[in-house]
């Protein structure tokens, strides 16, 4: 009687502890799915926070590209290609944040394309990081033409971005083929990474 007894309540406790695992393993899944969804919602707000900012810092880039560099003993002159650089590297510091808030991984089928364009931006920021330590160190605001090529393709590159977004296509593919030439100019390994990922 006793192991008859015994018996039923360890078949009991079996499904018991089946039941707590399937339970469990259902809320595990559920959560899981909820943290990827948050990360491509995340992944969506990044790349809208980053067309703001990035037109912002287009903006700010042109007008620095087309100031008379050569008078910058000018004091008037100075200041502003000061602001405009301030501004330029202060976006392109918080732009490098959202890139960071990304999880291309996440993204399924068009993770590769998200983690070619978090790739593509962070190769801008470091660019245009390069420049401000060049500068720092120069106490000048003299650039060569190839420099001055390359900040014209960064303005090409975020324009690009915000002008997808505000089209409301988002279609990360076709922002890819769209900076795909001013990436080729900022960039000296971007045809390499081309060749690796299967683009070119």
Partial sequence: MYKVNLKKYLNRFLILLIGVFIIYSIYIHLEYRHYINQSIDRNYDSLWSISVKGSNLANRLEEFVHLPIEKEEISEVKSELYNNWRIVNGESRSIHSDLFAMS??????????????????????????????????????????????????????????????????????????SIKEPMLIIDDNYSNILVRTGRK
């Fill in 104 to 177: 291309p991984i996440h993204m399924g089928d068009a993770s590769s394309d998200w983690g070619l364009l978090q790739y593509s931006l962070f190769r801008v920021d470091i660019f245009i990081s390069g420049m401000t330590n060049k500068f720092l160190e120069n106490h000048s605001y003299a650039m060569s033409s190839e420099e001055k090529e390359k900040m014209e393709a960064v303005i090409t590159v975020f324009r690009t971005i915000s002008e997808e977004k505000e089209n409301e296509l988002g279609d990360i593919e076709d922002i890819l083929q």
